[in-house]
Structure formats: structure tokens, C-alpha cells
Nanobody
Framework: QVQLVESGGGLVQAGGSLRLSCAAS????????MGWFRQAPGMEREFVAA????????YYADPVKHRITISRDNAKNTVYLQMNSLKPEDTAVYYC?????????????????WGQGTQVTVSS
């Protein structure tokens, strides 16, 4: 079994920054892509960013691509999401997800494993 645990969420003022982390543990399933998704109240879960196994391939959703950076440290089995210039509309529960293999999906249905989520709240 694979476990994903997110951390780093919290309350921040608009214009501030947060760094989310997602640590993977359990049975080895490398190589794997990692993705971040978010879900605001009453909204569907939406794609934020994804990164391939080597870190050389990254994808970002248009609303965040100039403010967010995804990275990973395979030695630590951890993926990061650096979020800058946060806006109130970034408020959501942020989930990390893992997909075994070299593909780097941007849709939630293609991911195999999910974390429990971490709340990000941006005040105006």
C-alpha cells in the first residue's frame, strides 16, 4: 500500500506564500508522477500542477502557472508545491496524487493514489 501525506497548508494573507509538501511512503512503486489538485467548497476538484519522475517534465494550470512551482526530491519521496502571490481564490483543500509510471497526467481520474488533503486559506 502507498500512503501520501500532505503538509504545509494554513492561513495566509493575500500576496503571501506557502510551501506544501507531500511525502510518499509504503511499498516502492517507482517510477511515478506526482500531481497537485485542489477543491474549493461547492466546486469540483481541479488540476493545479504535475511533475514527472525525473522532474524534467512539469505542467501547470493556467490560473496558477506564473505563481506556483512544483518540484520533487526522489531521495526523500517528497513533492513540493511552492505557491507565491496567493489570492483569495486559491482557497481550497489541496491534494497530492501519485501515478505509477512515466506518464504525467493532468486529470484526476488517471492517478492511482491520493493524500487526505491540506487546507489552504487565503484572506483578503
Amino acid at each position: 500500500q502507498v500512503q501520501l501525506v500532505e503538509s504545509g497548508g494554513g492561513l495566509v494573507q493575500a500576496g503571501g506564500s506557502l510551501r506544501l509538501s507531500c511525502a510518499a511512503s509504503g511499498r516502492s512503486f517507482s517510477p511515478y508522477a506526482m500531481g497537485w489538485f485542489r477543491q474549493a467548497p461547492g466546486m469540483e476538484r481541479e488540476f493545479v500542477a504535475a511533475i514527472g519522475w525525473s522532474g524534467g517534465t512539469t505542467y501547470y494550470a493556467d490560473p496558477v502557472k506564473h505563481r506556483i512551482t512544483i518540484s520533487r526530491d526522489n531521495a526523500k519521496n517528497t513533492v513540493y508545491l511552492q505557491m507565491n502571490s496567493l489570492k483569495p481564490e486559491d482557497t481550497a483543500v489541496y491534494y497530492c496524487a501519485a501515478k505509477q509510471g512515466f506518464d504525467v497526467p493532468t486529470t484526476s481520474r488517471e492517478y492511482d493514489y491520493w493524500g487526505q488533503g491540506t487546507q489552504v486559506t487565503v484572506s483578503s
